[in-house]
Structures are given as C-alpha cells and as structure tokens.
Nanobody, 117 residues
Framework: QVQLVESGGGLVHAGESLRLSCAASGSVFSGNDMGWYRQLPGKRRELVALITSAGRTNYVDSVKGRFTISRDNAENTVYLHLQMNSLKPEDTAVYYC?????????WGPGTQVTVSS
C-alpha cells in the first residue's frame, strides 16, 4: 500500500530538539525527491526541507542551521527524518512528509510539534 506516515512530534520547550520520522511505503518514492512540509495555525502548508534522490538537501531560510533532513532507502520504503534542533515557538506546526513528484499519493496524518516559550 502506498502511503505516508509521520511520527515523532511532541511538546518541547524552546531550545530543545525533536527528531521526526516518516515511513513512505511504496516503490514510487525511492527515486523521487522527498520533503518535509509544515502547516502553521491559520497558514498554508509550506516546504521547509527537501532532499533529492541523490542526497542533496535544501532548506527554507527560517530553519537553516537548525534542521537536518536525511533519508534511508529500503526495498519498498523510504524512511525520511528531520532532526530539529534549537526549536523556537514559531516552529509550532503540524509536520508532513511528501514526495513533490508524486502528488497523487494522499497526505499523511502529519505529526504535531508544539514548542513552548
């Protein structure tokens, strides 16, 4: 079954860290770029980190130097991770993983990250 399932969110204090994980099940993901998106309350979903199939990474300015995206390609599943350090209250959002090149796969449930000041 082709699906995206995120995990690892939680409630932390500002300055602390979290590591998010995503299991992207299905062979369609292995050769595709993968990204972490987030949706802040009342805002549109935004791409915050991207990793290509070759392992190149790119980040939105607001998370550069604090977040690190990585991936592990297994036989029929891509495991995507987002290491988030020095978290800020403005990082509070629901975080989703997705392959931008495979839009037909439904969004996963996401994982809530809440950073208290």
């Amino acid at each position: 079954q082709v699906q995206l399932v995120e995990s690892g969110g939680g409630l932390v204090h500002a300055g602390e860290s979290l590591r998010l994980s995503c299991a992207a099940s299905g062979s369609v993901f292995s050769g595709n770029d993968m990204g972490w998106y987030r949706q802040l309350p009342g805002k549109r979903r935004e791409l915050v980190a991207l990793i290509t199939s070759a392992g190149r990474t790119n980040y939105v300015d607001s998370v550069k130097g604090r977040f690190t995206i990585s991936r592990d390609n297994a036989e029929n599943t891509v495991y995507l991770h987002l290491q988030m350090n020095s978290l800020k209250p403005e990082d509070t959002a629901v975080y989703y993983c997705r392959a931008p090149g495979v839009p037909e796969v439904p969004w996963g449930p996401g994982t809530q990250v809440t950073v208290s000041s």
